[in-house]
């Protein structure tokens, strides 16, 4: 069974760092793209950007490039997602996701992480 | 950011049908990408409904359908049900980015 389990909620301070994990199970990890999708309180899905973790290839949404990092590590078939100062707009549940099918566009998200709540707050 | 645009709430008695409309650009359905829609019931992570336009996933009942034309898909629920009550996504690719874009949502009331 295909599987993404992501981090548990985190609670910082606007200015600190974070990086969030989405660990992957049931398939081979290198040959699928891994896209990261955020949703404010309340709100719609944004997709925020994408990674190749067979060669480490990432492409960004312009709204979250140079807001976020994406990261993979293969030795524990894991994807990160990154912030170096975080705001207090940040607050959201972010979702990893694994498109169905080969291929960077035209997929379908299938499945989804269970999702991490990151609250921002002084 | 590029979206879907999708109306923000449709409603309709248990066992109406209902219709959620996703409008897109030339860049999206124009440029010949496939749309897919997703369910969010409260407090849970979207789940894949309708992939590929029109097909449903193992387990998703044939109350719900979709279709697409060059600009516009549709996802209808027939046989409305209670438990039917969710925020309904569409999603797509866009040539644009390049990358992913998801509708505005849509939220079902079962009246």
């Known amino acids: 069974e295909v599987q993404l389990v992501q981090s548990g909620a985190e609670v910082r301070k606007p200015g600190e760092s974070l990086k969030i994990s989405c660990k992957a199970s049931g398939y081979s990890f290198n040959k699928y793209w891994i896209a990261w999708v955020r949703q404010k309180p309340g709100k719609g899905l944004e997709w925020m950007g994408i990674i190749y973790p067979g060669d480490s290839e990432t492409r960004y949404s312009p709204s979250f490039q140079g807001q976020v990092t994406i990261a993979a590590d293969t030795s524990i078939s894991t994807v990160y997602l990154q912030w170096s100062r975080l705001e207090a707009s940040d607050t959201a549940i972010y979702y990893c996701v694994r498109p169905k099918l080969f291929g960077f566009l035209n997929n379908c998200f299938d499945p989804w992480g269970q999702g991490t709540l990151v609250t921002v707050s002084s | 950011q590029p979206v879907l645009t999708q109306p923000p709430s449709v409603s309709g008695a248990p066992g109406q049908k209902v219709t959620i409309s996703c409008t897109g650009s030339?860049?999206?359905?124009?440029?010949?990408?496939?749309v897919h829609w997703y369910q969010q019931l409260p407090g849970t992570a979207p789940k894949l409904l309708i992939y590929?336009?029109?097909n449903r996933p193992s387990g998703v009942p044939d109350r719900f359908s979709a279709s697409k034309s060059d600009t516009s898909a549709s996802l209808a629920i027939s046989g409305l049900r209670a438990e039917d009550e969710a925020d309904y996504y569409c999603q797509s690719s866009d040539s644009s980015l390049p990358g992913y874009v998801f509708g505005t949502g849509t939220k079902v009331t079962v009246l």
């Open positions: 590929d336009n029109n």
């Open positions: 030339s860049s999206t359905f124009g440029a010949g990408f496939d």
